[in-house]
């Protein structure tokens, strides 16, 4: 069974970064194929995607936050890590990890099982 | 504003179907056709519903079917149940190997 789990701060200063560990089990992110992803969603609003992390350590950015974002990872821990810089009050959102299969999974276009989310808020 | 345009809302009585739409452009669609649904209820997690355009996870009704013609694509859901109240996103790859989702479409069973 996969499980993934978000934990960072819930409230920081405007212009800080952002740390934020997903946390999971029941794979592996050195397995072919498997990514772990990050997105966000505002109060109210619509998914957003952030990053990617392939197993082979290959990483994608969302393109509007590219320059703001680093994706990491620890296989051992198995742990995939997210930071985000210059953090702004419009930042404020609950951030996810999720898993995306790799070979023999459902698909390497998707992202099938989510964390719970940690809402993170921005504010002086 | 997202990249890939969903209507804010749709509705429909116990029973019926609905469809779900999700226009984008062919470069926000890629080339490998990976369309996925989410269900979204409030406060939780997304869940994947619909992949690959059209094949469903394991556990996943089979009230719930997507298809794609051109640079669109559809999420239907016959036979309306109660629990099928919840936000829906569609999601893609793109062809620059980045995922873009839509604005979320609110389902209300009447």
């Known amino acids: 069974q996969i499980t993934l789990k978000e934990s960072g701060p819930s409230l920081v200063k405007p212009t800080q970064t952002l740390t934020l560990t997903c946390t999971f089990s029941g794979f592996s992110l050195s397995s072919t194929g498997v990514g772990v992803g990050w997105f966000r969603q505002s109060p109210g609003k619509a998914l957003e995607w952030l990053a990617l992390?392939?197993?082979?350590?290959?990483?994608r950015y969302s393109p509007s936050l590219k320059s703001r974002l680093t994706i990491t990872k620890d296989t051992s821990k198995k742990q995939a890590v997210l930071t985000m810089t210059n953090m702004d009050p419009v930042d404020t959102a609950t951030y996810y990890c999720?898993?995306?299969?790799?070979?023999?999974?459902?698909?390497?276009?998707?992202?099938?099982?989510w964390g719970q989310g940690t809402l993170v808020t921005v504010s002086s | 504003q997202s990249a890939l345009t969903q209507p804010a809302s749709v509705s429909g009585s116990p029973g019926q179907s609905i469809t779900i739409s999700c226009t984008g452009t062919a470069s926000d669609f890629g080339t490998y056709n990976y369309v996925s649904w989410y269900q979204q209820y409030p406060g939780k997690a997304p869940k994947l519903m619909i992949y690959?355009?059209?094949k469903r996870p394991s556990g996943v009704s089979n009230r719930f079917s997507g298809s794609k013609s051109g640079n669109t694509a559809s999420l239907t859901i016959s036979g309306l149940q109660a629990e099928d109240e919840a936000d829906y996103y569609c999601s893609s790859c793109t062809t620059s190997i980045t995922w873009v989702f839509g604005g979320g479409t609110k389902l209300t069973v009447l």
């Open positions: 992390i392939y197993w082979d350590d290959r990483k």
């Open positions: 690959d355009v059209n």
């Open positions: 999720a898993h995306r299969p790799g070979d023999g999974g459902y698909s390497y276009g998707s992202y099938d099982c």
